[in-house]
T-cell receptor
Framework: AQRVTQPEKLLSVFKGAPVELKCNYS??????LFWYVQYSRQRLQLLLR??SRESIKGFTADLNKGETSFHLKKPFAQEEDSAMYYC????????????FGQGTILTVHP | GAVVSQHPSWVICKSGTSVKIECRSL??????MFWYRQFPKQSLMLMAT?????????EQGVEKDKFLINHASLTLSTLTVTSAHPEDSSFYIC??????????????FGPGTRLTVT
């Protein structure tokens, strides 16, 4: 069974501070991991995926298979980063089925 | 970019009636669509996977006779909540992907449909 855990339901930081949203997963095979973001009154959208190894809006995430983690990081948070963030996992043979974590609400204060 | 729409955006129905929710991919062909349910302040729970021209695959615990899914074309999937009850009140979200295969395909999400059963 695959599982995604986001231990923090709420995370508050001040503008300019570093931010890290934690994500741990449980999966026996080689997972595909994603971060999705949902801004206020908007639909869920893909932020980044681990296979791309890219930085989007200043966010990065590294897959650590040893720790089964895929934490999302940004060195300097901005107010517009305030949103709900979901970590998600897709198994290799699951035809795109995503298992979502519980989500973390990030609030960046001015 | 790829856009997915849902209709209606919100619906109120009486207990015992059925309600249909549409999910459309507007500018791409979606071979696979997914239906999720989201309770307030909770995560998305996958209900079923819908492939064009074949029967939907339901997740464990989801009643297929209650939540009827039809994926009749490459741009349209429908979810019908039959004999709705107040406990079916929820936010239903669909997503679509352009290709079947391994899990690396990006899913494009609809805006969701708020269902309230009175």
């Amino acid at each position: 069974a695959q599982r995604v855990t986001q231990p923090e339901k709420l995370l508050s930081v001040f503008k300019g501070a570093p931010v890290e949203l934690k994500c741990n997963y449980s999966y026996s095979g080689s997972p595909e991991l994603f971060w999705y973001v949902q801004y206020s009154r908007q639909r869920l959208q893909l932020l980044l995926r681990h296979i791309s190894r890219e930085s989007i809006k200043g966010f990065t995430a590294d897959l650590n298979k040893g720790e089964t983690s895929f934490h999302l990081k940004k060195p300097f948070a901005q107010e517009e980063d305030s949103a709900m963030y979901y970590c998600a996992l897709a198994g290799g043979t699951s035809y795109g089925k995503l298992t979502f974590g519980q989500g973390t609400i990030l609030t960046v204060h001015p | 970019g790829a856009v997915v729409s849902q209709h209606p955006s919100w619906v109120i129905c009486k207990s015992g009636t059925s309600v249909k929710i549409e999910c459309r991919s507007l500018d791409f062909q979606a071979t696979t669509m997914f239906w999720y349910r989201q309770f307030p302040k909770q995560s998305l729970m996958l209900m079923a996977t819908s492939n064009e021209g074949s029967k939907a695959t339901y997740e464990q615990g989801v009643e297929k006779d209650k939540f009827l899914i039809n994926h009749a074309s490459l741009t349209l999937s429908t979810l019908t909540v039959t004999s709705a009850h107040p406990e079916d009140s929820s936010f239903y979200i669909c997503s679509a992907t352009q290709a079947t295969g391994t899990g690396g395909d990006e899913q494009y999400f609809g805006p969701g449909t708020r269902l309230t059963v009175t």
